[in-house]
């Protein structure tokens, strides 16, 4: 049973334009929610998190925000850029080391 | 060196065979991790060492059998795998406290043939 999903596994947007990947989960434990980004032949690399305390966590063009009740999460990226073109995953915890991953969206970005 | 490297970044090999991954972290991290990326399936976690220690097991063949000999480096040996083990092996790692940000290598990429 996947506890977290990403229901699109890809996406494109035009340049300058807002990207929204969203995320679900079933897991009502999970108390922090983690997005991760992905070049090809790189590993992730962390991007922004969210603690269940919050609904919404900024950091320059990156937000998340989390729907508890809804149990959904989503990353908002704006004005998307090309080196914004990647995989993108999102992961739940609640509280200790082991994360559950989604399986990603491939975002691309067009010119 | 900075971050997290793995050797090797590519890795083929026969069922009857026994190799090893590396990795090594530079961060002065407390907790290494593997984790297995087969295509189309989320990212699965492996193993946890925490100060050298094994946290977690997640129900993983005993054909791979990790090591830490250190907080610094992790191995993962392999032997008679099969062909569905192919996949990309990632190692992270992280400080070790609660809700701490993982650090990922670049990964193996294992193909058994």
Known sequence: DQQVKQ????????????????????????????WYKKYPAEGPTFLISISSIKDKNEDGRFTVFLNKS????????????PGDSAVYFCAGSFGNEKLTFGTGTRLTIIP | ????????????????????????????????????????????????????????????????????????????????????????????SSQGGLYDTQYFGPGTRLTVL
């Open chain 1, 70 to 81: 809804a149990k959904h999460l989503s990353l908002h990226i704006v004005p998307s850029q």
């Open chain 2, 1 to 92: 060196e900075t971050g997290v490297t793995q050797t090797p970044r590519h890795l083929v090999m026969g069922m009857t065979n026994k190799k090893s991954l590396k990795c090594e972290q530079h961060l002065g991290h407390n907790a290494m991790y593997w984790y297995k990326q087969s295509a189309k399936k989320p990212l699965e976690l492996m193993f946890v060492y925490n100060f050298k220690e094994q946290t977690e097991n997640n129900s993983v063949p005993s054909r791979f059998s990790p090591e830490c000999p250190n907080s610094s480096h992790l191995f993962l040996h392999l032997h008679t795998l099969q062909p569905e083990d192919s996949a990309l092996y990632l190692c992270a």
């Open chain 1, 7 to 34: 229901n699109s596994p890809s996406l494109s947007v035009q340049e300058g334009r807002i990207s929204i990947l969203n995320c679900d989960y079933t897991n009502s434990m999970f108390d922090y929610f983690l």
